[in-house]
């Protein structure tokens, strides 16, 4: 009989329980939740609760709460979540320092616990913190992915379908670059039943949209005093399950380009395939004049982010 896959939790906070339940939900093998000493509790509680979930579902999955790095090892994909979460007034960039430290020490239990696991990255400020990453693990590129596009694009779907008053599942959005206020959502890849969404709402309401779009996160803050979990958390199992389950579904992910569309030694949203082997390929897609300059403005944003994060 095949061992079930094993996912580790990097965090036990709300985006770390809502991975744990959908990864539960989902039988996409069994669950460690991991959180420092002090929140151990947490760990263990949420495992627990979840567990209990499974057993009135009928899902196979044995959960895990711990402190312990020992506890991961042998994991198949590993997603981090460590990190203070924004409040209100904070940019992404501000939580760079705090979290930046964080990350590090996560990054080195990782490399040495799950050397084989594929690292899903959520952390904010989410470009520097996976680059930080793979520059600590040594990983390979295929191996270490940020959770961005798949979130942004999901935003745009959602305000889209809503402005269009169609259904969501009829919305096809892509939504590429850094995770913060310079993103790009494509329009030319933007469409409600195969149909261009420039042909069915106007310029006014995409520009809105697209500004909605960038200010995603912090729309979210403001209403709850904290950050999003539920999308989020959502956005990383879609990668994980692409991964575990070898579906090679393309997905707006955070990665690290060694050339594609001209950047190099940068983590930036591109579409990608993801399948058994990780990261199996970067999509590149032919951009409009105007797409390809937002898009050189984010990369600048994302690297000035970076070396800035180089310098602490």
Same mark, same amino acid.
């Given at each position: 009989?095949p061992?079930?896959k ?5 965090g ?8 744990a ?8 093998g ?12 947490v ?10 979930? *499974? ?18 090892k ?17 940019? +992404?960039d ?15 239990q ?7 696991a ?8 989410l ?12 990983f390979?590129?295929? +191996? ?21 008053? *169609? ?17 790009v ?5 933007t ?22 779009? +960038?200010?995603?996160?912090? @729309?979210?803050?403001q ?29 707006? *992910? ?16 591109v579409?990608?395939v993801?399948g058994?082997d ?10 409009s004049?105007?797409?390809k300059?937002?898009?050189?403005a984010?990369a600048?944003?994302? +690297? @000035?982010?970076?070396?800035?994060a180089?310098?602490?």
């Open positions: 009989m061992q079930r094993k996912i580790a939790l990097i036990a906070g709300n985006i770390g329980g809502e991975l339940m959908l990864a539960a939900r989902k039988e996409l069994d669950i460690v939740l991991l959180d420092i000493p002090e929140k151990e509790g760990a263990k509680g949420k495992a627990l609760d979840i567990a209990q979930t *499974c057993a009135l579902d009928g899902l196979d999955a044995k959960l895990t709460g711990t402190s312990s790095y020992a506890d991961i042998g994991a198949d994909v590993v997603i981090v979540t460590a990190g203070v979460p924004r409040k209100p007034g904070m940019s +992404r501000d939580l760079l320092s705090i979290n930046l430290k964080i990350i590090r020490g996560v990054a080195a990782i490399k040495d616990n799950a050397p084989n594929l690292v899903i990255v959520i952390s904010n400020p470009d520097a913190m996976v680059y930080e990453m793979k520059k600590v693990t040594g390979p590129r295929k +191996r270490v992915l940020g959770m961005a596009g798949a979130l942004d694009s999901a935003r745009f779907q959602c305000f889209i379908a809503e402005a269009a008053n *169609c259904s969501v599942k009829d919305v096809s959005a892509m939504v590429l670059g850094g995770h913060g206020d310079t993103m959502p494509c329009l030319t890849y469409t409600i039943k195969s149909v261009p969404v420039t042909q069915l709402l106007s310029k006014d309401a995409l520009d809105a949209m697209i500004k909605r779009t +960038r200010g995603g996160g912090g @729309e979210i803050v209403l709850m005093g904290t950050s999003a979990f539920y999308a989020p958390a959502a956005g990383a199992i879609s990668m994980a399950e692409s991964y575990l389950k070898a579906q090679r579904r393309t997905i707006a *992910c955070a990665a690290f380009l060694e050339g594609e569309y001209g950047y190099k030694d940068l983590y930036i949203g579409p990608i993801i058994a990780g990261m199996e390929k970067v999509v590149e897609i032919q951009l004049a105007e797409e300059a937002m898009l050189e984010s600048a944003a994302v +690297r @000035e982010l970076i070396e800035a180089a310098k602490l």
